[in-house]
């Protein structure tokens, strides 16, 4: 099946700093990869779509100068959390979508960004 | 905009016995439901999906039904281990160019040997 990655894994930062999380699929194209938080024991909450190429498109709510999204190829998408205070503290999940000839909706998922802002 | 349900949040059954989780959603244009099981500090998989033009989809001990006219979809797992021990995700979409997922608030199964 489709791969993909996330880095890093875990990330511990001081409040005020900026962290950069990137989603790579490693066995497909993407032109369409999603960011997702989740707080414990809730459900997966979009944050934004990233679009290759474009600017990507955010969720009522989500600001976008806090959230940085940048999808420079069909395999990379990059989330930079900016000046990042305590409650920016979650964990972040990408996801990207496998389009082929028949079936262009199925999101794969990264393994998650662990990120605890002091 | 979408709007998915789950029932039950959580679920406990014995090893070997079914388990049933209920999503409804609203929005009638949504014609593409996928199942995601999560284990504890692990990324979503991908289960099982239905797209709109199927009633029903089985893969070994685990089926999905999709009723389009009442607007609600089932996740049914069959012999159940305590390998299924996990938080599942139900999902619907397809209705936006983007391929957008709109996630019900999850279900916690237990399966006690």
């Known amino acids: 099946g489709a791969v993909v990655s996330q880095h890093p894994s875990r990330v511990i930062c001081k409040s005020g700093t900026s962290v950069k999380i990137e989603c790579r699929s490693l066995?497909?194209?993407?032109?369409?990869m999603f960011w997702y938080r989740q707080f414990p024991k809730q459900s997966l909450m979009l944050m934004a779509t990233?679009?290759?190429?474009?600017?990507?498109?955010?969720e009522q709510g989500v600001e976008k100068d806090k959230f940085l999204i940048n999808h420079a190829s069909l395999t990379l998408s990059t989330l930079t959390v900016t000046s990042a205070h305590p409650e920016d503290s979650s964990f972040y999940i990408c996801?990207?979508?496998?389009?082929?000839?028949?079936?262009?909706?199925?999101?794969?998922f990264g393994p998650g960004t662990r990120l605890t802002v002091l | 905009g979408e709007n998915v349900e789950q029932h039950p949040s959580t679920l406990s059954v014995q090893e070997g016995d079914s388990a049933v989780i209920k999503c409804t959603y609203s929005?009638?244009?949504?014609?593409?439901f996928p199942w995601y099981k999560q284990e504890l500090g692990k990324r979503p998989q991908l289960i099982i999906d239905?797209?709109?033009?199927?009633g029903e989809k089985k893969d070994q001990r685990i089926a999905v039904t999709l009723n389009k006219t009442a607007k609600h979809f089932s996740l049914h797992i069959t012999e159940t281990q305590p390998e299924d021990s996990a938080v599942y995700f139900c999902?619907?979409?397809?209705?936006?160019?983007?391929?957008?997922?709109?996630f019900g608030a999850g279900t916690q199964v237990v399966v006690t040997p």
């Open positions: 996801s990207a979508r496998e389009e082929d000839r028949f079936f262009t909706d199925t999101q794969y």
């Open positions: 066995d497909f194209q993407a032109t369409t």
């Open positions: 929005d009638s244009a949504s014609n593409y």
């Open positions: 239905i797209r709109s033009n199927v």
């Open positions: 999902a619907a979409g397809g209705s936006d160019s983007w391929g957008k997922l709109q």
């Open positions: 990233s679009n290759e190429g474009s600017k990507a498109t955010y």
